[in-house]
């Protein structure tokens, strides 16, 4: 954290714009459910209290969450949800516009393009125009091309031209997006453009994982945060609490960016979209209400796992706590079958990659390097039939570290239906 200090007393040399205010809104989403996910909850709740102590009004402020945690049986706080070791409640006040089955691909859409049927249903939905900037900000798991939602996924060319006929319809001013998911680049590199004021950061780049932290509290067990989330959210608060309230808070897009990039130590922040934008202010997004006050910052220990593991993490710490063998017993039986199921989806990614491999010797391979949005197709194409006959992604954890493997077979020129084939054959008969 001294680093990032360092960093932050550097950067407040520069010289910075002058900048004119237009609306803000802000659309916060955590894609998942479930005890194991707590830490998706807890990052947006925290970003839905930074918003708000900034002084973005709630009407501005769109929230989709699951809200199956705060509550949860297994939460011995109920009705609360902590970032971090240190308790601080980020749940309280919060209001949440999109929940349980509401927490939809489409809805997240809908409301990014200020869908007329959602107002027509009293939903609250983006109202944003070509002066108004948007903070989106998503927090959940993500393989390539794809980041996940309770029950479905979100595509990477979906979300492309989502963005693309949001810029078409002059629904911002300017867009600052920050996803925190593993592969989270895979949704950005090489289909954003470079021109359209969307300023994009993101967890992890295209090909590899990101780290969930405070994973070892001594009361509740499970993961409370993400690395980049973690980061990102108290970095902002140090920029906007300092300096004095007379002046605007002075912290750049790139200023954020480049003391993010220098914190988070597990995996690549990466920075997609128009460059131009590295000169903007931050609190031109995420609100401009300074604070005197000294913001919360956990410094101890952050204990990270893998975010593609961390759905087991509540399990090994019961293990850990049983107070009888004969709990720890049970425990460790769940703990097998899981392995079991874990060996399962390995065997089932090794015959649809072996069969994959036999018949493309005799189909043969395309040596023409796929686009982008190629990639995208050739990957969607065959996950949508890998989900529709083996697994579901949002209810299968266990497939989160294997849906590269089906990029991998994409950019190595492999004919989709050749991979579909196999994925019938082998997931119907099995």
Avoid at 223 to 246: A, R
Avoid at 397 to 419: A, I, R, S, T
Wanted: aromatic share 10%.
């Amino acid at each position: 954290m001294q680093t990032v200090k360092v960093l932050l007393c550097l950067l407040c040399t520069l010289g910075l714009p002058e900048v004119i205010y237009g609306d803000i809104w802000a659309v916060l989403v955590a894609g998942s459910r479930g005890w194991s996910n707590y830490r998706h909850q807890a990052d947006v709740a925290h970003a839905y209290q930074i918003l708000r102590a900034n002084g973005i009004p709630p009407e501005h402020i769109i929230t989709m969450m699951y809200d199956d945690v705060a509550h949860h049986k297994e939460n011995p706080f109920d009705g609360e949800l902590f970032h971090d070791y240190g308790h601080q409640n980020v749940y309280k006040g919060i209001h949440i516009d999109y929940k349980g089955d509401d927490v939809t691909p489409e809805t997240f859409v809908g409301v990014l393009l200020g869908d007329e049927l959602l107002k027509i249903r009293g939903r609250k939905v983006l109202q944003s125009g070509p002066d108004d900037n948007v903070f989106i900000y998503f927090s959940d798991h993500g393989d390539p091309n794809l980041l996940v939602f309770p029950d479905d996924v979100l595509y990477a060319d979906s979300l492309a031209e989502t963005l693309s006929e949001m810029h078409s319809r002059g629904l911002y001013g300017k867009m600052v997006i920050y996803v925190e998911a593993c592969f989270a680049g895979s949704m950005f590199m090489g289909l954003l453009p470079s021109d359209t004021k969307v300023h994009v950061l993101t967890a992890s780049n295209a090909t590899e994982r990101s780290y969930a932290i405070f994973c070892d509290d001594e009361i509740i067990n499970t993961c409370l945060g993400n690395e980049f989330s973690y980061h990102w959210m108290n970095i902002s608060d140090m920029m906007n609490s300092w300096p004095s309230l007379e002046r605007e808070p002075p912290w750049t897009l790139g200023m954020q960016s480049a003391v993010l990039k220098a914190a988070v130590k597990y995996s690549h922040v990466t920075k997609f979209g128009d460059q131009s934008m590295d000169s903007c202010l931050l609190s031109e997004f995420i609100g401009k209400k300074g604070r005197t006050n000294s913001p919360h910052f956990y410094a101890g220990p952050t204990d990270l796992v893998p975010s593609q593991g961390a759905y087991l993490v509540p399990l090994y710490h019961k293990i850990g706590n049983a107070k009888t063998e004969a709990e720890r017993r049970l425990l460790n039986l769940e703990l097998a079958r899981k392995r079991q199921h874990i060996e399962l989806v390995d065997t089932t990614f090794a015959y649809i990659e072996e069969a994959t491999k036999r018949n493309s010797v005799i189909t043969g391979v395309s040596s023409r390097e796929r686009t982008p949005f190629e990639l995208v197709k050739c990957f969607r194409a065959i996950h949508e039939s890998f989900s529709e006959h083996c697994y579901s992604t949002p209810h299968t954890p266990e497939v989160f570290p294997h849906l590269v493997k089906f990029q991998n077979l994409c950019k190595d020129g492999v004919d989709p239906e050749v991979v579909i084939d196999a994925i019938e054959k082998i997931c119907d008969e099995n």
